[in-house]
C-alpha cells in the first residue's frame, strides 16, 4: 500500500505561481514513477505531469509545457509540481499519483495509487 498526501493548493492569480507537494508513505519511494492529473468541475481528469524513479524523464502536458515544471525528492518521499504564470483554466483538483512500476506515462489508469486532491483556484 502507498499512501500519497497533497498540499499546497489554495487560491493564486492569473501570472502568479503555486507550488504542490505529495508526500508519500508506504513502500519505496524512489522505485515508482509519479504524475499530477488534474480535475476541473464537469470535466474528465487530465494528465498534468509525471516523473520517472530517479526524475530523469519528465513528460507533461501541452497546456502546461513551460509553465509547469515537476521533480521529486526522493530522500524526502515528496515529488512537486511548481506551477508558474497561473491561468484560470488551471483551475481544478488536483491529484497526484503512483505508478509502482514502470515509467512514466500520461493515462490514468496506469497509476495505481492516488492522493485525495487539492484544490487549485485561479482568479482572473
Known amino acids: 500500500q502507498v499512501q500519497l498526501v497533497e498540499s499546497g493548493g489554495g487560491l493564486g492569480q492569473t501570472g502568479g505561481s503555486l507550488r504542490l507537494s505529495c508526500a508519500a508513505s508506504g513502500r519505496t519511494f524512489s522505485t515508482g514513477a509519479m504524475g499530477w492529473f488534474r480535475q476541473a468541475p464537469g470535466k474528465e481528469r487530465e494528465f498534468v505531469a509525471s516523473?520517472?524513479?530517479?526524475?530523469?524523464?519528465?513528460y507533461y502536458a501541452d497546456s502546461v509545457k513551460g509553465r509547469f515544471t515537476i521533480s521529486r525528492d526522493n530522500a524526502k518521499n515528496t515529488v512537486y509540481l511548481q506551477m508558474n504564470n497561473l491561468k484560470p483554466q488551471d483551475t481544478a483538483v488536483y491529484y497526484c499519483a503512483d505508478k509502482s512500476g514502470g515509467g512514466p506515462g500520461r493515462l490514468a489508469l496506469s497509476y495505481e495509487y492516488w492522493g485525495q486532491g487539492t484544490q487549485v483556484t485561479v482568479s482572473s
Open positions: 516523473i520517472s524513479w530517479n526524475g530523469g524523464i519528465t
